[in-house]
């Protein structure tokens, strides 16, 4: 299990304390009038300092989301002293980042997927060996590809994964 650096670890006390204060009330939640509960979950935005804590199904990059029955309890148990706290941030599933890097991979081949090949060779040329492909379905053959086909069309027509 990972450690909370000193920096961290303020930065997560000034969250807890400023919660405490606000006593966990929400005034622009309508479902539930609770710092962080919603119907059927709890999502905890983190401090900056703890993006690295964060989870893909919090939706946003810095925060954690927990699926609940009763978000109201799980909001009072995760912020029942700042140790509690401690240890939801720290059993995170930590995997915000690699989901937010999946998410602009996918934007960005769905941005250029049906864009002509041609304008977007630059892109298929540094994700493939296109020489190697030029080798072995022939030279011809991929530069006919490149002017009449879009990047998806392309990537099919040769068997490139995406």
């Not at 299990?1 to 919660?19: G, H, P, T, V």
């Not at 059993?91 to 996918?106: F, I, K, T």
Request: overall charge positive; proline content about 2%.
């Amino acid at each position: 299990m990972k450690n909370l650096s000193k920096i961290q670890e303020a930065a997560l006390q000034r969250m807890y304390d400023r919660a405490i204060e606000r006593g966990l009330k929400n005034p622009h939640n309508s479902q539930t009038g609770v710092l962080y509960a919603y119907g059927d979950c709890v999502q905890v935005a983190l401090p900056k300092e703890l993006k690295e804590f964060a989870n893909a199904a919090a939706g946003v990059s810095n925060g954690i989301r927990v699926g609940s029955h009763n978000s109201v309890s799980k909001v009072k148990e995760i912020f029942r002293s700042f140790e509690s706290l401690k240890n939801f941030v720290l059993q995170s599933e930590c995997n915000a980042l690699d989901g937010e890097r999946e998410r602009v991979r996918q934007r960005v081949r769905n941005l250029i997927e049906n864009k002509p090949a041609d304008a977007n060779f630059k892109y298929l040329h540094q994700k493939y060996d296109i020489r190697a492909l030029a080798e072995k379905f022939g030279k011809e053959a991929v530069v006919t590809a490149r002017q009449t086909l879009t990047v998806g069309e392309f990537e099919l027509r040769f068997g490139l994964g995406s």
